[in-house]
């Protein structure tokens, strides 16, 4: 069974900074061989795109509203995908989720696309 697991949230103030990692497990699953996203859900939103990664690693997708303040990175000897979140905005607060991409035939911020999805970190920014 493939599982994805989050962590790193938490509370932090406007301009601050937090890392977020996401461990994926499975004997079955070639991680390396996945590409990966963040998304997010606030309050009252739809999940909406945040970063993706591709599945050797050289190519990064970001949104609008994180570029230049977000880097999506990965692991692969650790089965690991990080967001390293700077700059954190109020707008930020949000449960982000980490997901594995199983159909590459859409795009990278699509989240139809993606088959595997952890369980959600809170991330809250306080003002």
């Known amino acids: 069974q493939v599982q994805l697991v989050e962590s790193g949230g938490g509370l932090v103030q406007a301009g601050g900074s937090l890392r977020l990692s996401c461990a994926a497990s499975?004997?079955?699953?070639?991680?390396?061989?996945?590409?990966m996203g963040w998304f997010r859900q606030a309050p009252g939103k739809e999940r909406e795109f945040v970063a993706a990664i591709s599945w050797p690693g050289g190519n990064t997708y970001y949104a609008d509203s994180v570029k230049g303040r977000f880097t999506i990175s990965r692991d692969n000897a650790k089965n690991t995908v990080y967001l390293q979140m700077n700059s954190l905005k109020p707008e930020d607060t949000a449960v982000y989720y980490c997901a594995a991409r199983t159909d590459l035939r859409g795009r990278p911020d699509d989240s139809g696309g993606y088959g595997i999805w952890g369980q959600g970190t809170q991330v809250t920014v306080s003002s």
């Open positions: 499975g004997r079955t699953f070639s991680f390396s061989r996945y590409a």
